[in-house]
């Protein structure tokens, strides 16, 4: 808010290269969506703190959420200079490639992430990138060590169903796509009209084979996308 923009500029002239200060102008300036403004105050907090992988990895992530991920990626390189045993960094460089579709890149990264410290985030990603070049049995593993840290996300179980499905261990895909569906229903009693999760739903029970569900459930996610854009 321009509050927010003012409370931090205030302390910034009451300390100029107060690095919290300087970085909470540029969000505040991003969320006015003065682009800008943020990206020069970014700048100054870089130059004031070149030794801090706080403010490069802000930078990096502010271009990331703008799809410059050329300036991201250069960022993120810089943080992983300054803090190479830092596990997320190498985390963001492999799900940028995964976004832009370079998934050989991406693997080496995600590795030395998990190596650092094994996460959900490292091992999903792995999973993504093995399973867009068609490596279904390493993608599969990938995301069950995914699944063994963070159980409740139906998103990893239906990512393990379909790289067994795919990898042609169709009789192993079917309990992780069960788990899939009964994750997504519990989400859906929530949020019943969310069509990705309908669409996931109509996904994991099409792989199962039940067609009736599947075609449910892609009906109510075509309902939910048509009442999104009436509301905007």
């Known amino acids: 808010s321009p509050e927010a923009a003012a409370e931090f500029q205030l302390a910034l002239g009451l300390e100029p290269t107060n690095e919290e200060a300087t970085t909470g102008l540029a969000l505040a300036y991003e969320h006015e969506g003065k682009i800008t403004e943020a990206e020069k105050a970014y700048q100054q907090a870089i130059q004031a703190h070149p030794n ?43 799900s940028i490639y995964n976004e832009t579709g370079q998934y050989e890149k991406a693997i080496e990264p995600l590795k030395k992430s998990i190596a650092i410290r094994p996460s959900y985030a490292g091992y999903v990603n792995l999973g993504v ?65 969310d069509p990705n999760l309908l669409s996931s739903a ?15 459930y892609i009906a109510q996610a075509q309902i939910g996308r048509a009442s999104c854009r009436e509301r905007v």
């Open 52 to 94: 801090s992988r706080y403010s490069y990895n802000l930078f990096g992530t502010f271009y990331r959420r703008r799809n410059e991920y050329d300036k991201a990626l250069q960022m993120y390189a810089r943080v992983i200079q300054i803090a190479p045993e830092w596990y997320g960094t190498y985390v963001n460089v492999g």
């Open 129 to 193: 990138a093995y399973f867009g070049l068609i490596r279904y049995a390493e993608a599969a593993t990938a995301y069950e060590e995914a699944a063994k840290l963070d159980p409740q996300q139906y998103v990893i179980w239906g990512n393990l169903g379909e790289a067994l499905y795919y990898g042609g261990k169709k009789d192993q895909s079917v309990a992780p796509l069960r788990k899939a569906v009964e994750l997504t229903e519990a989400e859906l009693k929530v949020n019943p009209h």
């Open 202 to 216: 109509a996904g994991y029970y099409s792989l199962l084979g039940d067609r009736k569900h599947a075609l449910a």
